[in-house]
């Protein structure tokens, strides 16, 4: 089998404000702008004139944005996206990250969309000027113990549920309810 991916390079989405989309990657959340490529392509049958914008993470991959000169480019490639926790990026990051950017939400006159304790993962939920909902994941440091046991029972997991059996396989939550 050839080797996995090494790591995200950049997962992108198209905002109608980059100014907007910049300023709270990099001022609120503290993702630094790493580079700005502005072009034009023939794409889909017609030239098309954009900028794109990386805002980095740690591991050297990025959020990149798009933004179109013309606003019927726009108006074609801006998703509708929805705010829903189910629908969303999820970053890791350590406690101290986690902390500042609630602090950091907060003192922009924001509100984290809400936080939540998975067991084997505390997730601080916010809504981009874009709409879009990011979670800032802190994993729970008895989490990496059972990777390999999850990844063996991954697929057996799978069949389970899809069987039917919607039994709580959350170790974590079920100490906690104990």
């Known amino acids: 089998m050839a080797h996995l991916p090494s ?49 980095g993470i740690a591991d050297g991959g990025a959020l990149a ?10 108006e ?36 984290a969309t809400y936080v939540l304790e998975h067991g084997y993962c505390r997730s601080v939920y916010v809504v981009d000027p874009n709409g879009m909902t990011v979670e800032f994941t802190l994993d729970d440091p008895r989490a990496p113990a059972g990777d390999a046991a999850r990844k063996a029972k991954a697929h057996d997991e799978l069949k389970r549920w899809l069987a039917g059996d919607h039994t709580n396989n959350n170790n974590f939550r079920s100490e906690e309810a104990a």
């Not at 989309?21 to 490529?37: K, M, N, Q, S």
Request: proline share 4%; with cysteine; net charge negative.
């Open 76 to 111: 074609l490639f801006v998703p509708d996206i929805p705010a829903t926790p189910f629908v969303h990026l999820a970053l890791k990051v350590e406690a101290e990250f986690q902390a500042e950017v609630e602090t950091r939400i907060k003192a922009a006159g924001l509100e």
């Open 65 to 74: 944005f798009f933004q179109f000169a013309n606003k019927e480019d726009e």
């Open 7 to 55: 790591r995200l390079h950049h997962t992108a989405y198209v905002t109608k404000d980059m100014e907007a989309t910049r300023h709270f990657y990099e001022d609120i959340l503290g993702l630094p702008l790493v580079a700005t490529w502005c072009e034009s392509d023939e794409l889909f049958g017609k030239l098309r004139t954009y900028c794109h914008c990386f805002f």
